[in-house]
Structure formats: C-alpha cells, structure tokens
C-alpha cells in the first residue's frame, strides 16, 4: 500500500529535478524494503539468489545517486539537531567541533586509552585547533 502510494505520487508530478530525486528515492525504498524482507521473498520463491545480487546491487547504486541529494532530502524534513542525532548533520555546519565533541561524549572513549596516545595525540586534542 505505501510502495503503491509512493509510485501514484511522485508519478502524478510534474517533470523537474525534484520528481527525479524523489523516483530514485521510491525506488531506494522499494529495493530496500524488499532486502529487508529478504527471507519471505526467497522462502517463497519469489526471487532467485541471482535477483538477489542483482537487487544487492541496485541497492547501491540507488544510495550512490542520492548522495549528492542527501543533505537536502534531510534538511526538508526540518529534523532539529535533536531528532537528527548526527554530528555531521548539525544546523549550524560546524562539523569538526560536533565531530569532535561527540567523540568526546562517546562511551568508546572513556574506558580504554589507545596505544600511542600520550605520544602522538593528547596535546593535539588539548590545542586550539
């Protein structure tokens, strides 16, 4: 029901570099609703191993065009910082300091220091970079 409200949608819209993003999202979501679904469409018979890799395969590609979109697929959902929890996805484009300051609130990071710390990285990270 979804897939098919999301193909009537985009098709009902008007040609233009928007209706282009979102029929390679449609189609995004379709392969990978069916890759998440994976064991129902084999255990039936519905796709082969090879469907599958070609589907694997498609997959890719799909997330490699939309790449370039990616950013502004996000941005028009209006997600606060927030709700989108991602150091690269911050309103205010100040990368490597959320980067940082996550890195630094990581559970990772508070039990095990890493060989070469002291010697190579702790004044680093103590500068004004």
């Given at each position: ?30 392969v ?97 970079l």
């Amino acid at each position: 029901m979804i897939v098919e409200n999301f193909i009537n949608a985009v098709a009902e819209l008007p040609a233009s570099p928007a209706k282009s993003v979102l029929e390679t999202l449609r189609n995004l979501y379709v392969v990978s609703t069916i890759l998440k679904q994976l064991g129902e469409f084999t255990e039936d018979g519905f796709l082969s191993k090879q469907q599958v890799a070609v589907l694997r395969k498609l997959n890719a590609e799909l997330l490699a065009a939309l790449r370039p979109n990616a950013v502004a697929i996000v941005d028009a959902w209006a997600l606060s910082d927030y709700e989108l929890q991602s150091a690269l996805g911050q309103h205010d484009g100040d990368v490597y300091n959320a980067l940082f300051n996550a890195a630094q609130k990581s559970e990772l990071n508070k039990t095990h220091i890493g060989p070469g710390y002291e010697a190579y990285l702790k004044h680093r990270f103590q500068s004004n970079l």
